[in-house]
C-alpha cells in the first residue's frame, strides 16, 4: 500500500526568464502475507529476511543488552524485527532555472524513517585483537565494567556477533 502526491508549479514566466518547481512525497508500506513452505525466510547476508505479517524485507536480529564483564556480548535468544531498510517515506525538490538560451535544473531528495545496518560501527568500532590501530573511537564503548574489551565471537545463540541491535540504527 502506498501513496504519491506530486505538485508542479509554474513560478516566474516571463518573456528572457522562467522558473519552474516539482515537489514530490511518496510513501509504501509493503507487508508478506505469505511465505510458500514455511513462515520466515533470510537473505544470504543473516540479517535482512522476511516474516509472515511482518514488513517486507526487514532486519531481523537478537536485541544486545550488554557487555558481560569478560568482555562478551550478551544478546537476546529471541530474534525480533528491528526495522526495515527501505524508507518510511521520501521527498523530492525540483526547480528549473532558465534564462534566455540557457537553463539549469537542480533536484534534491532524501529518504526518511529507514533503518541501516551500520558496517563500519561493526567492523571498526568494537576492539579485537588483530586489529589495535585504525579504529572508531566508538570501540571505547565496548569495554566491560572490569576493563575487558569486547570479545568477538564467531556466533552467539547460532547468530553472528554483529548482528544485533547495536548495529542497526
Known amino acids: 500500500n502506498g501513496i504519491e502526491i506530486s505538485l508542479n508549479t509554474k513560478n516566474v514566466d516571463t518573456k528572457n526568464f522562467s522558473w519552474n518547481s516539482t515537489i514530490n512525497f511518496s510513501s509504501l508500506k509493503t507487508t508478506v502475507d505469505k511465505i510458500y513452505g514455511g513462515s520466515s525466510a533470510k537473505s544470504a547476508l543473516e540479517l535482512l529476511g522476511f516474516k509472515e505479517g511482518e514488513v517486507a524485507n526487514a532486519y531481523?536480529?537478537?536485541?544486545?543488552?550488554?557487555?558481560?564483564?569478560?568482555?562478551?556480548?550478551?544478546?537476546s535468544k529471541d530474534i525480533v524485527y528491528q526495522g526495515s531498510p527501505d524508507p518510511k517515506w521520501t521527498l523530492g525538490i525540483g526547480n528549473t532555472l532558465k534564462y534566455k538560451a540557457f537553463s539549469l535544473d537542480f533536484f534534491f531528495n532524501g529518504a526518511f524513517g529507514q533503518k541501516l545496518y551500520n558496517y563500519a560501527a561493526a567492523e571498526y568500532g568494537v576492539y579485537k585483537s588483530e586489529q589495535t590501530t585504525n579504529l572508531l573511537t566508538s570501540s571505547l564503548d565496548f569495554v566491560s565494567a572490569t576493563g575487558n574489551y569486547a570479545k568477538r565471537a564467531d556466533n552467539i545463540n547460532g547468530v553472528s556477533w554483529g548482528y544485533n541491535s547495536k548495529f542497526i540504527e
Open 60 to 75: 531481523f536480529a537478537p536485541n544486545f543488552e550488554k557487555l558481560a564483564d569478560d568482555g562478551s556480548f550478551v544478546l
